[in-house]
């Protein structure tokens, strides 16, 4: 069992073998020329379950080199266990430096936000993707769906919202809410928030979703239009909070809701904790910071 | 004031040397060798190594011992593992006709060359709880064939030599067989990527499937023409040699399904065929996997698609079950933000209904206030 | 040297950590079309494949990917030695059956509609071509738009294929289907995808 033992401890850098990381190069250049358009890969079996960003982590292992300052969050935070999950798995494959600040990373692996903080040309976002099919949900089969994206008949999509509002008087979709790259492909943002969906449009990072079960790799190049789709009796909006961070005082920034007590107490604090801690190393103050602001 | 919950490092690190402790149990218990894994609970070994598509009893054993026996996390670890590895070569496909066999049945004849071979089999054991097996039992030595050397040919070969049943399925010529580990599925998918995506399914979802078919659910009329297990050489070409290099032995399990028979203006009729091949000692897996082949050329044999079986996307798609455990688990990883804002929308939906309530109560009043 | 040792030598020094620098040059070119991705990772290949020619095919090119050459490179047995020995991908005489085609006389390239264009289901499917240029700024100019531009960026590569803006027009009437480019000079990388539009009045 040593020589086993032995020949486990063996791994490339970025763990990836070189041969599957030239095939995840190769569907993330012909995604970034399809913007969109979602491309089948041999997804691999990873070290951590499918459904916990094993997509993304075969992106980023296929980007990543030694340059780079990686940044992983999961719900707009870094310190949530499988963000600090799969950050130490980097910093063991890959020997990175790693940061919680958006504004130094190079790469930036996310699951369910993009930061707050806007991001800048050269910065490669790296969405982790459950159900890359935005049609899914209305129709189960990939054969069905494979067609719908090549036709560009998207009418079923369009159905679906519009029953939302005869239903419930809004578009009940509030995460994941499609949007349709450069006039052309409907995609899944993944499971964002829709507050977070104006952040992609025109953005001057590259975006990479990776779906590893669904082995499926998309892209949005930087400056490209991303649209939420919408009725222009019904035009799309995004989420507002009516009160800021408790902690930073931010307004327009997501929130968490936190339930302080069981007498229906909670307060909201920014979903993105760096933005949070960067406002409050500012001076700012929420009402729920303990100390009062420099007066 | 309030602090946000830090520590996500400190948790996950504790939380693992916790499980490494409930691993390993009692101390005053002698640890469990992977020697007694392979040698005692040969059948979960092989499990794993079937469904973790890597042919490794030491590393299988492992795997389940450091899954503290939790099947499909050790089938994880084994297809993690497997992942990594370099690949040199495709080998030739394995001959099973000429099996070193420690079992072989078949359902559809009484007696037939080679003869039935019951082999280590639970079949006719009384399901009763052995208080012996609590202690160190050593049972008596069995006895042992004196003859290795009959040939036993298969049961679809017995019949294919009398054209009675179809052929076996070959690949249209310039077709390579595909490698479900190094392509993305792509429906309809072909036979040969189908049997793979089967031999490495999950043994519980292939077995609910095949039973459905038996219930009804697509029929396909089957019988148990054969399965046999024992050791098969595994052999690679290598250009410069003229004969092919045996690698080494591996043991499967073959089950030749022999199904409703068909015929047409063209085909005279013969009965059709269901496949299964797993590695190692596991009936079960193959014959449910044969029903499911079977089930799943429904399309290929111009019969109505009615069944769940009958669904290729739908039985392939879901029969993984490293995929089907990650997906299912991973609702516990945080959703919060998604959750609030499925939370705002129904807190505006219903602020707006009460405010339509209120709308429609005053109404009348303003009327008869009015009169 | 013998043919053997020219093919044997002159690849990638840190193949893992070059191969990731070349691939963010490539990502980085396809993804903001019109820049130039410098300082690659290099390689010494037989003439008249460029180094930076190779370092594409060394980044992107396996046995998975059957490789096209144009009657310059393809004349070259040093050439496919070389590329034989460093990816391992098989060569093809049928421009539609490639996955990556390397040309060293962009200025006689065949029709870009030779090339695999992809399906309308599977539009990734397509060729994507690496030209040897002699230079990204010296040809005329080409004003550029699309996806990674934020208004106009230019262009202006020399050689390129003959009628190129009106190829290129017809390229991109054909998304999502359509070749993807990459163009290298010893100025480094530039990359042209299906969708970037050539908006100069042609001249």
Redesign the interface.
Do not use: C, N, W
């Given at each position: 069992m040593n020589a086993h033992a032995e020949a486990i401890a063996q791994y490339n850098f970025a763990y990836l073998d070189e041969q599957t990381k030239r095939m995840i190069r190769r569907a993330i250049l012909k995604a970034i020329a399809i913007p969109g358009y979602q491309v089948p890969f041999a997804s691999r079996e990873m070290p951590m379950p499918y459904g916990w960003g094993t997509g993304g982590v075969q992106v980023t292992a296929s980007v990543i080199g030694p340059q780079d300052v990686l940044k992983v969050i999961d719900q707009g935070a870094d310190d949530t266990t499988n963000a600090v999950s799969i950050r130490a798995f980097f910093q063991k494959v890959a020997q990175v430096s790693v940061t919680t600040h958006t504004g130094e990373a190079t790469i930036i692996q996310t699951r369910h936000r993009i930061p707050e903080e806007p991001l800048k040309e050269g910065q490669v976002l790296v969405y982790q993707v459950p159900i890359p099919e935005p049609l899914r949900f209305l129709e189960p089969r990939e054969t069905e769906t494979r067609k719908m994206h090549a036709l560009e008949e998207y009418g079923l999509m369009h159905v679906k919202l519009y029953e939302d509002i005869a239903q419930h008087g809004h578009i009940a979709t509030t995460f994941a809410y499609p949007v349709k790259v450069e006039g052309r492909y409907v995609m899944d943002p993944s499971p964002t928030p829709k507050f977070d969906n104006p952040k992609m449009h025109m953005s001057k990072a590259l975006q990479l979703f990776g779906a590893g079960r669904e082995k499926r790799i998309y892209a949005i190049p930087p400056y490209t239009h991303v649209e939420s789709l919408d009725f222009d009796d019904h035009p799309f909006e995004v989420q507002r909070f009516e009160e800021p961070c408790a902690l930073c005082g931010a307004h327009g920034v997501y929130l968490d809701e936190v339930v302080l007590d069981d007498r229906g107490g909670r307060m909201f604090v920014c979903s993105d904790t760096d933005h949070c801690e960067e406002r409050r190393a500012e001076g700012h103050r929420g009402h729920l910071s303990g100390e009062e602001a420099a007066t | 004031?309030?602090v946000?919950?830090?520590?996500?490092?400190a948790?996950?690190r504790n939380a693992h040397k916790l499980l490494a402790d409930r691993r390993r149990g009692d101390r005053s218990v002698p640890a469990l060798t992977?020697e007694q894994i392979t040698g005692q609970l040969a059948l979960a070994v092989d499990r794993v190594m079937a469904e973790g598509s890597l042919y490794d009893c030491?590393?299988a054993a492992?795997a389940v011992k450091q899954a503290r026996g939790d099947m499909i996390e050790a089938i994880?670890l084994l297809?993690?593992?497997?992942?990594?590895l370099?690949?040199f070569g495709y080998t030739r496909p394995i001959e099973t006709a000429a099996m070193l066999v420690e079992r072989r049945v078949s359902a559809t004849y009484k007696d037939l060359p080679g003869g039935q071979l019951l082999g280590p089999t639970f079949d006719y054991t009384h399901r009763l709880l052995d208080p012996e097996l609590a202690g160190d039992s050593d049972p008596a030595t069995p006895e042992t064939r004196e003859r290795e050397s009959e040939a036993m040919p298969r049961v679809s070969d017995i019949l294919a030599h009398e054209g009675l049943i179809e052929e076996d399925g070959s690949l249209p010529e310039n077709r390579e067989p595909g490698d479900i580990?190094?392509?993305?599925?792509?429906?309809?998918m072909d036979r040969d990527l189908r049997l793979q995506a089967l031999s490495r399914g999950d043994e519980g979802f292939l077995l609910a499937l095949g039973y459905s078919t038996q219930r009804g659910f697509g029929r396909n009329h089957p019988f148990a023409g054969e399965i046999r297990i024992g050791e098969v050489d595994v052999e690679i070409d290598v250009p410069e040699l003229d004969f092919p290099l045996t690698l080494g032995r591996i043991r499967v399990t073959e089950c030749q399904m022999v199904n409703q028979f068909k015929g047409s203006m063209k085909v005279p009729p013969q009965f059709t065929r269901g496949y299964g091949l797993v590695f190692g000692q596991s009936e079960r897996k193959a014959m449910a996997m044969a029903l499911c082949d079977r089930a799943l050329r429904a399309s290929e044999l111009g019969e109505d698609i009615t069944a769940p079986a009958q669904d290729e996307?739908f039985v392939i798609?879901h029969a993984d079950n490293?995929?089907a455990?990650?997906?299912?688990?991973?609702l516990k990883?945080?959703?919060?933000?998604?959750f609030?804002?499925?939370?705002?929308?129904v807190r505006?939906?219903r602020r707006?209904y009460e405010e339509r309530r209120q709308a429609d109560a005053e109404k009348p009043q303003r009327r008869e206030a009015a009169e | 040297m013998s043919l053997a040792s020219i093919a044997i030598e002159g690849g990638f020094r840190n193949p893992v950590f070059d191969a990731q620098s070349v691939f963010r040059a490539l990502m980085q070119a396809m993804a903001e079309p019109g820049t130039v991705a410098r300082d690659l990772g290099l390689t010494r290949p037989p003439a008249p494949l460029t180094p930076e020619a190779a370092a594409v095919a060394l980044t992107s090119c396996d046995q998975d990917t059957p490789i096209w050459l144009d009657a310059p490179l393809a004349a070259e047995e040093a050439v496919r030695a070389w590329l034989a020995f460093h990816t391992g991908a098989p060569l093809t005489a049928t421009p539609s059956e490639a996955h990556f085609a390397f040309c060293a006389e962009p200025e006689n390239l065949i029709g870009l509609e030779n090339f695999a264009q992809g399906s309308q289901e599977y539009p990734d499917r397509s060729a994507t071509l690496i030209l040897q240029v002699k230079s990204l700024s010296g040809g005329p100019e080409l004003l550029l738009e699309g996806p990674g531009i934020e208004t106009q960026r230019t262009l202006a590569p020399h050689p390129m294929p003959r009628h190129f803006t009106r190829q290129w027009a017809q390229n991109r009437a054909r998304f999502p289907r359509g070749i993807d480019l990459v163009l290298v000079s010893r100025e480094g990388m530039a990359a042209l995808p299906r969708t970037t539009r050539i908006v100069n009045q042609e001249g």
């Open positions: - | 004031m309030y946000a919950v830090k520590g996500g490092e948790a996950i992977l030491g590393l492992l994880f297809r993690a593992y497997r992942t990594t370099p690949r580990t190094r392509e993305a599925p792509e429906f309809p996307e798609s490293v995929q455990t990650g997906f299912v688990e991973h990883l945080p959703h919060y933000v998604d609030q804002a499925e939370l705002g929308l505006q939906m707006e | -």
